[in-house]
C-alpha cells in the first residue's frame, strides 16, 4: 500500500487566527511603551479597552489615549476586582511578582491572558503585523525572537504589490454587491467559485481603478458564470459593446 502524501505535523506551533474582538472588553494593566503597543493592537481591532495603571507611570502615547477618550483609564494598581466583566487580559508592568500574581487569577477564571515577556504565561502572543487597509500580515516566532519578526514582516511587506489594500477593499465591495443579487444562501459555492475567478482575471491595478459602476457591469457576468477582461468593463462604460465569439462575451475594443 503507498504511504499517504499528506502534510507533515510539525509541533510546536501556535494556531493563527484572525481573533474577532470587536466590542469585547480588555483589561490592559500597565501604562508604559509595551502597554502603549498591546493598547494600539486591541484599539485597531475595535476592543473596548480599560487601562490600570498609576499616571506617574504613564507613557505619552498611553495618556494621549486617556486624554483622548479613547480608553477607560482607572489611576491606580491592578485590583482583582479589575478582572470582573472582561474577556482578555494584557499585562505590562515590571513587577514579575504581580504579573505572575494576575495570571494566576485569570487561570482561575478562565481568561485568556497575555504576560509581556513571558511566554510561558501567555495564552497567545503577540506578532510583528503589516497593515494595509483590510490587509493584515502577521509573523510570530513563537516567542523565540520576537526581533527577528519585525525583520521578516519588513522583508514581506516590501515584496508587496502598490496599493495591494486598496485592491482588497474593492474586492470587498464586490463580495457585497454579489451578495445582494444573489443572497441565498444555496449560492454559497457559487458565489465563491465567481469570486475566485475575478481575483483571479484581474490586476492588483485592474481592481484599483474599478468604480462602482465597473463592479455593477462586472456583476451582469455572474449568471452566466463569465469574467470579462477590464477593457470590456472600460468600454461598456462608455456605451460600447465589443464582443469575441471565441470566448463568448465582451473582451473590449
Not at 179 to 201: F, H, L, Q, T, Y
Request: with cysteine; glycine share 8%.
Amino acid at each position: 500500500m503507498a504511504t499517504p502524501k499528506f502534510p507533515e505535523i510539525q509541533g510546536g506551533g501556535s494556531l493563527l487566527l484572525a481573533w474577532q474582538i470587536r466590542d469585547k472588553r480588555v483589561l490592559v494593566v500597565g501604562g508604559g511603551e509595551v502597554a502603549a503597543g498591546r493598547i494600539l493592537n486591541v484599539l485597531n481591532a475595535d476592543a473596548k479597552v480599560t487601562v490600570v495603571s498609576p499616571r506617574t507611570g504613564l507613557n505619552p502615547e498611553v495618556a494621549y489615549r486617556i486624554e483622548m477618550g479613547q480608553v477607560d483609564y482607572v489611576d491606580r494598581t491592578f485590583e482583582p476586582s479589575d478582572l470582573d466583566n472582561v474577556d482578555m487580559v494584557l499585562t505590562a508592568v515590571d513587577d514579575p511578582e504581580a504579573s505572575t500574581h494576575i495570571w494566576t487569577l485569570c487561570k482561575e477564571r478562565k481568561l485568556n491572558v497575555n504576560v509581556a515577556d513571558v511566554p510561558p504565561e501567555c495564552d497567545f502572543y503577540f506578532g510583528s503585523v503589516h497593515r494595509d487597509g483590510p490587509l493584515q500580515i502577521m509573523v510570530s516566532t513563537n516567542g523565540k525572537g520576537p526581533r527577528l519578526s519585525n525583520y521578516v514582516r519588513r522583508t514581506i511587506a516590501s515584496s508587496l504589490p502598490e496599493y495591494i489594500g486598496d485592491a482588497i477593499v474593492n474586492v470587498g465591495k464586490i463580495r457585497q454587491m454579489l451578495r445582494k443579487i444573489a443572497p441565498d444562501n444555496k449560492e454559497g459555492p457559487r458565489r465563491m467559485s465567481w469570486m475566485i475567478k475575478v481575483s483571479d482575471a484581474y490586476s492588483v491595478e485592474d481592481l484599483c481603478r474599478m468604480d462602482e459602476d465597473d463592479m455593477a457591469t462586472l456583476l451582469t457576468f455572474y449568471k452566466e458564470n463569465k469574467v470579462p477582461r477590464f477593457s470590456c468593463l472600460e468600454a461598456m462604460k462608455g456605451g460600447y459593446d465589443a464582443f469575441d465569439g471565441s470566448f463568448g462575451f465582451c473582451v473590449g475594443c
